[in-house]
């Protein structure tokens, strides 16, 4: 079992950067598929990134591509988000995820999810 606990979210102005972690437990996810999602008010939980199990893939949606970075520290066990040049559009609620299988864009692929943290940008 893999628990995942997300962390670094909060307030911040347009334009504003937040570095989002995600803190893995219960097994090493080295060889685990890991991916940000999240979700805004009303509106469905969305893709936002997502990186191999090599670190050597990565994948974003169009709409984060250029602002966003995924990383991943496999020997501490953590993935990141580092977010730039936020836009109030960019608030939601960003849950981490990690699977065994190869990287995916889709939520369903994935079988371990964190709480979630929250982001929000001001404008």
């Known amino acids: 079992q893999v628990q995942l606990v997300e962390s670094g979210g909060g307030l911040v102005q347009a334009g504003g950067s937040l570095r989002l972690s995600c803190a893995a437990s219960?097994?090493?996810?080295?060889?685990?598929?890991m991916a940000w999602f999240r979700q805004a008010p009303g509106k469905e939980r969305e893709f936002v990134a997502a990186?191999?199990?090599?670190?050597?893939?990565?994948y974003y949606a169009d709409s984060v591509k250029g602002r966003f970075t995924i990383s991943r520290d496999n020997a501490k066990n953590t993935v990141y988000l580092q977010m730039n040049s936020l836009k109030p559009e960019d608030t939601a609620v960003y849950y981490c995820?990690?699977?065994?299988?190869?990287?995916?864009?889709?939520?369903?692929?994935?079988?371990?999810w964190g709480q979630g943290t929250q982001v929000t940008v001001s404008s």
């Open positions: 219960g097994r090493t996810v080295s060889s685990y598929a």
């Open positions: 995820a990690a699977d065994p299988s190869l990287a995916s864009l889709r939520s369903r692929s994935y079988k371990y």
């Open positions: 990186i191999s199990w090599s670190g050597g893939s990565y």
